[in-house]
C-alpha cells in the first residue's frame, strides 16, 4: 500500500513538472509571438525625400533599409494635411474628424478639449490591456491639458515635448514650462519633459530622441512594446549640427542644405533603432513603420517629386506621404504596393496582428494591411478615403484612381492612373462621377463633428516686431537679437 502511494505521488509530481513546463513553453511562445510595434514618424518630410522614392541629393540609407526589407507604399496617405490632425488619426484608427479634432490644437493648457477626446482611445491605450508597454519620444501636440498628456493617455513613458515644433539646440531651450510663454511660438523654446519632469539635454535634439528611442527597445527588450518615435525633424525652424551639415557641403542653397542635414540625422537615428532591435535578437518581431505626418511645406525646403502642392493641401504633395513598412519573415520584401493605404491602418493592423480584443471599442477606419501585403487577400484595402479640411472650405475623396477635390467653389476631379501630378481637371467631362463622389462625401461628412477645441493660434499675442523674431532660426545671430527676450 506505501509502495503504491510512493508511485502514485512520483506521478503526481511528474506529472506537475510536465504541466509547468508545458506552460512556460507557451508563455515563451506567446511572448515572442506578440509583435512590436515601431512608428517611426518625421514631421513635413517631402514626398521625394527619402532614397526609396527616388531622392538624389538626400541619402537616407537607413530609412531606405525598411522599404528595402518591407514594402514600399507608393500611395500612402495621411488623413489630414497638417501635424495635428494627421496625428490625432494615426493614433486613433480613426478619421479625427470624427470627434472635432478638425485643427491644430490650441497650445493652452487650461482647456480640457484641446486634444483627442478621452472618449477615443489611442494605440498605446488599446494595447496596454494586452500587456505592451508603451512609449513616445519626440512631438505630443496632441493637448496640453494635464488630462491630456501622453503619461494619462496610455503611453508608460514620455521623454519630448507638448508642442507642434521645437528649437534643436539645447542653448535655446529657455522656458521652463508653458507658464513662461509669453508670445505665440515661445513654446518651441520649452524644457524637455520626461514624463512630468523638466529635463535638461545637451545635445542636438533629433539625437537625443534617437538614444532615448533606443535606451527605451534596450529596457523593455523582453515586453511587447510600442514605441512612437515622433521626430520633429525636418519641420521649421531649419538648425542642424555641424556633423550633419557637412555631409552636404555640395548643396548649394542654404535652405536645402540644412534641411538635408535633419533628414541625415533622423536617418542615423533610424540606423541606431534597426542595429539595437538585430542586436538584441527582436527585429523579426517587431513591425517597423515610417511615414512623415503630412506633406513637404513651403517653407522648409522639401521636394513632393512630382506631386502637386503642399502641407496644408488637399492636392497628393500635402496627403501622399513617404510610408514603408518592414516586419521581417512576415511580409514580403523589397515590394511596391500600390493600392491606396493610410495611416489610419496602422492601428488596424497591430491589434489584428497581436489579436487584441477591440470589439468593445468604436470601430475603425483603417484596416489590417499585413493580408493585402501579402496577397491573402485581393482587390483594394480601401473603396473610399476622405480628406476634410474646414478652415481651408475645402475637402477631397478617392475612389479607386478617381479624386474629387472641393476647394470652396471650385469642384476638381482627377483621374490619378493618368494624371497623379492632378494636372488636368476633367469635372466638366465627368459630372456624373463628380456627383457621386460628393453624395458620398455628404454621406460621409454626416457622421463628422465641428471644431471640439480653438485653433492652434488662438493662444497668446504675437511677439512685437520691434522686439525681433524668435522663431525660425537659431543661429547666434538670432540668440544675440532677442538677448533678454526671453528672460
Ligand atoms: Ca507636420
Given at each position: 500500500?506505501?509502495?503504491?502511494?510512493?508511485?502514485?505521488?512520483?506521478?503526481?509530481?511528474?506529472?506537475?513538472?510536465?504541466?509547468?513546463?508545458?506552460?512556460?513553453?507557451?508563455?515563451?511562445?506567446?511572448?515572442?509571438?506578440?509583435?512590436?510595434?515601431?512608428i517611426i514618424l518625421t514631421d513635413d518630410q517631402g514626398y521625394k525625400d527619402v532614397g526609396f522614392n527616388g531622392s538624389t541629393d538626400i541619402k537616407t540609407p537607413n530609412i531606405d533599409i525598411i522599404a528595402k526589407e518591407g514594402t514600399r507604399f507608393t500611395n500612402g496617405y495621411v488623413s489630414y494635411p497638417v501635424c495635428g490632425p494627421s496625428r490625432a488619426g494615426l493614433l486613433t484608427g480613426r478619421y479625427q474628424d470624427r470627434f472635432g479634432f478638425t485643427s491644430n490644437p490650441t497650445m493652452d493648457p487650461?482647456?480640457?478639449?484641446?486634444?483627442?477626446?478621452?472618449?477615443?482611445?489611442?494605440?498605446?491605450?488599446?494595447?496596454?490591456?494586452?500587456?505592451?508597454?508603451?512609449?513616445?519620444?519626440?512631438?505630443?501636440?496632441?493637448?496640453?491639458?494635464?488630462?491630456?498628456?501622453?503619461?494619462?493617455?496610455?503611453?508608460?513613458?514620455?521623454?519630448?515635448?507638448?508642442?507642434?515644433?521645437?528649437?534643436?539646440?539645447?542653448?535655446?531651450?529657455?522656458l521652463n514650462d508653458l507658464d513662461d510663454v509669453k508670445y505665440k511660438y515661445d513654446w518651441y523654446r520649452t524644457r524637455l519633459l520626461e514624463n512630468e519632469q523638466r529635463v535638461d539635454t545637451d545635445e542636438y535634439l533629433t539625437d537625443e530622441l534617437s538614444h532615448e528611442?533606443?535606451?527605451?527597445?534596450?529596457?523593455?527588450?523582453?515586453?511587447?512594446?510600442?514605441?512612437?518615435?515622433?521626430?520633429?525633424?525636418?519641420?521649421?525652424?531649419?538648425?542642424?549640427?555641424?556633423?550633419?551639415?557637412?555631409?552636404?557641403?555640395?548643396?548649394?542653397?542654404?535652405?536645402?542644405?540644412?534641411?538635408?542635414?535633419?533628414?541625415?540625422?533622423?536617418?542615423?537615428?533610424?540606423?541606431?533603432?534597426?542595429?539595437?532591435?538585430?542586436?538584441?535578437?527582436?527585429?523579426?518581431?517587431?513591425?517597423?513603420?515610417?511615414l512623415s505626418d503630412n506633406g513637404g511645406a513651403r517653407n522648409n525646403a522639401?521636394?513632393?517629386?512630382?506631386?502637386?502642392?503642399?502641407?496644408?493641401?488637399?492636392?497628393?504633395?500635402?496627403?501622399?506621404?513617404?510610408?514603408?513598412?518592414?516586419?521581417?519573415?512576415?511580409?514580403?520584401?523589397?515590394?511596391?504596393?500600390?493600392?491606396?493605404?493610410?495611416?489610419?491602418?496602422?492601428?488596424?493592423?497591430?491589434?489584428?496582428?497581436?489579436?487584441?480584443?477591440?470589439?468593445?471599442?468604436?470601430?475603425?477606419?483603417g484596416v489590417d494591411l499585413?493580408?493585402?501585403?501579402?496577397?491573402?487577400?485581393?482587390?483594394?484595402?480601401?473603396?473610399?478615403?476622405?480628406?476634410?479640411?474646414?478652415?481651408?472650405k475645402s475637402h477631397a475623396v478617392r475612389r479607386g484612381d478617381d479624386k474629387l477635390m472641393q476647394v470652396k467653389q471650385d469642384t476638381l476631379v482627377f483621374d490619378l492612373d493618368e494624371d497623379f501630378r492632378e494636372s488636368k481637371n476633367v469635372a466638366d467631362k465627368q459630372i456624373e462621377k463628380a456627383?457621386?463622389?460628393?453624395?458620398?462625401?455628404?454621406?460621409?461628412?454626416?457622421?463628422?463633428q465641428g471644431p471640439a477645441f480653438p485653433y492652434l493660434g488662438s493662444w497668446k499675442k504675437n511677439r512685437p516686431k520691434n522686439q525681433g523674431k524668435n522663431r525660425n532660426k537659431n543661429t547666434n545671430k538670432s540668440k544675440k537679437k532677442n538677448k533678454g527676450v526671453n528672460k
Open positions: 500500500m506505501k509502495n503504491n502511494l510512493k508511485f502514485i505521488l512520483i506521478l503526481l509530481a511528474v506529472f506537475s513538472q510536465c504541466i509547468q513546463a508545458k506552460n512556460s513553453a507557451a508563455d515563451l511562445t506567446k511572448v515572442t509571438k506578440t509583435p512590436n510595434l515601431i487650461s482647456i480640457a478639449q484641446n486634444g483627442i477626446p478621452t472618449t477615443e482611445k489611442n494605440i498605446a491605450e488599446i494595447l496596454k490591456p494586452a500587456g505592451y508597454t508603451s512609449a513616445i519620444i519626440g512631438k505630443w501636440h496632441m493637448g496640453t491639458h494635464p488630462e491630456l498628456r501622453p503619461n494619462k493617455r496610455g503611453f508608460d513613458y514620455f521623454y519630448g515635448f507638448l508642442s507642434g515644433g521645437h528649437q534643436y539646440f539645447p542653448q535655446d531651450l529657455t528611442a533606443v535606451n527605451f527597445i534596450k529596457r523593455e527588450k523582453d515586453n511587447p512594446f510600442f514605441l512612437y518615435v515622433a521626430y520633429n525633424a525636418p519641420h521649421t525652424p531649419l538648425q542642424a549640427s555641424e556633423k550633419y551639415l557637412a555631409r552636404y557641403q555640395h548643396i548649394k542653397d542654404k535652405k536645402r542644405r540644412t534641411y538635408a542635414a535633419m533628414v541625415s540625422a533622423v536617418d542615423d537615428g533610424v540606423g541606431d533603432i534597426l542595429t539595437t532591435l538585430k542586436e538584441l535578437g527582436i527585429d523579426d518581431n517587431t513591425l517597423v513603420v515610417f522639401s521636394d513632393n517629386g512630382e506631386l502637386r502642392g503642399h502641407k496644408n493641401d488637399l492636392f497628393e504633395g500635402g496627403v501622399r506621404v513617404p510610408f514603408a513598412m518592414r516586419w521581417l519573415n512576415k511580409i514580403p520584401a523589397g515590394v511596391d504596393y500600390h493600392q491606396p493605404i493610410s495611416s489610419l491602418d496602422i492601428l488596424a493592423t497591430i491589434v489584428a496582428q497581436a489579436n487584441v480584443d477591440i470589439s468593445e471599442n468604436k470601430p475603425l477606419d499585413i493580408p493585402y501585403i501579402t496577397n491573402e487577400k485581393k482587390g483594394s484595402p480601401h473603396e473610399i478615403l476622405f480628406w476634410r479640411h474646414l478652415k481651408a456627383g457621386s463622389l460628393q453624395k458620398a462625401y455628404q454621406q460621409w461628412e454626416s457622421e463628422l
